[in-house]
T-cell receptor, first 113, second 112 residues
Framework: DAKTTQPTSMDCAEGRAANLPCNHSTISGNEYVYWYRQIHSQGPQYIIHGLKNNETNEMASLIITEDRKSSTLILPHATLRDTAVYYCIVRLINAGNNRKLIWGLGTSLAVNP | NAGVTQTPKFQVLKTGQSMTLQCAQDMNHEYMSWYRQDPGMGLRLIHYSVGAGITDQGEVPNGYNVSRSTTEDFPLRLLSAAPSQTSVYFC???????????FGPGTRLTVL
C-alpha cells in the first residue's frame, strides 16, 4: 500500500473551515484514499473515503486532485469537538482478505474558540 | 447494536503475569483485528482474523496469541506480560463487503 504524508499539526478557528492536506504521491490506480479521526483516548472513527471523484457526507468533504497524488479533507464549519488526530490512509480497492491499514502519525488538529 | 466492545478499560499487570483482553462485536463482521498504539507511533497491527477459525499475524505479533472460535469474539492473550507491552490496545472489525473499520473504545494496559 502507498504511504501518505501529513502535516504534524494544524490549528483552526471555531466556525471556520478546516482543510487538512495529505500527500500520497505513490498511490496506484486501484487504491482508495480513506480518512479516519481519533478523538483523544477513543478508538479511530471513519470519516470518508474516495477513489478519484470528490466526495461529501454529513461529516466532511474529500477533494482528490486530478492526478490523485494528494487530497484534502475539509471540515466545513469546525467545532471544538472536531479537535482530534486525523489519519489519511490508502488501501487497495479489491483488498479481499488483506485489510491491513498502514497508520501513520496523522495530523493533530486543534480547533480554537 | 453495541458495535465493538472491549474489556477491561484499564488493567495493571506485573511482569510475567498473563491476561486476556476481550473483544466482541455484534455486527456479524468477518474481519476482526487487534492494534496497539504507543506514544509517538501510529496504530500497529498485532493479529487479525478473516473469520472463525482463521487468524494471522500482523506487524508486531510477538508476545501475543489470538483465537477466533466464534464470529463475535476475538480475544487477545498475553502469556507473560512485559513492560514493553504497556500500551493502549484497540480491537476493530468490519465486513469484507463493507467500507469502514469499526473500533472499540480501547484497553489501557500498564505492565510494571
Amino acid at each position: 500500500d502507498a504511504k501518505t504524508t501529513q502535516p504534524t499539526s494544524m490549528d483552526c478557528a471555531e466556525g471556520r473551515a478546516a482543510n487538512l492536506p495529505c500527500n500520497h504521491s505513490t498511490i496506484s490506480g486501484n487504491e482508495y484514499v480513506y480518512w479516519y479521526r481519533q478523538i483523544h483516548s477513543q478508538g479511530p472513527q471513519y470519516i470518508i473515503h474516495g477513489l478519484k471523484n470528490n466526495e461529501t457526507n454529513e461529516m466532511a468533504s474529500l477533494i482528490i486532485t486530478e492526478d490523485r497524488k494528494s487530497s484534502t479533507l475539509i471540515l466545513p464549519h469546525a467545532t471544538l469537538r472536531d479537535t482530534a488526530v486525523y489519519y489519511c490512509i490508502v488501501r487497495l480497492i479489491n483488498a479481499g482478505n488483506n485489510r491491513k491499514l498502514i497508520w501513520g502519525l496523522g495530523t493533530s488538529l486543534a480547533v480554537n474558540p | 447494536n453495541a458495535g465493538v466492545t472491549q474489556t477491561p478499560k484499564f488493567q495493571v499487570l506485573k511482569t510475567g503475569q498473563s491476561m486476556t483482553l476481550q473483544c466482541a462485536q455484534d455486527m456479524n463482521h468477518e474481519y476482526m483485528s487487534w492494534y496497539r498504539q504507543d506514544p509517538g507511533m501510529g496504530l500497529r497491527l498485532i493479529h487479525y482474523s478473516v473469520g472463525a477459525g482463521i487468524t494471522d499475524q500482523g506487524e508486531v505479533p510477538n508476545g501475543y496469541n489470538v483465537s477466533r472460535s466464534t464470529t463475535e469474539d476475538f480475544p487477545l492473550r498475553l502469556l507473560s506480560a512485559a513492560p514493553s507491552q504497556t500500551s493502549v490496545y484497540f480491537c476493530a472489525s468490519f465486513s469484507l463487503a463493507g467500507i469502514e473499520q469499526f473500533f472499540g473504545p480501547g484497553t489501557r494496559l500498564t505492565v510494571l
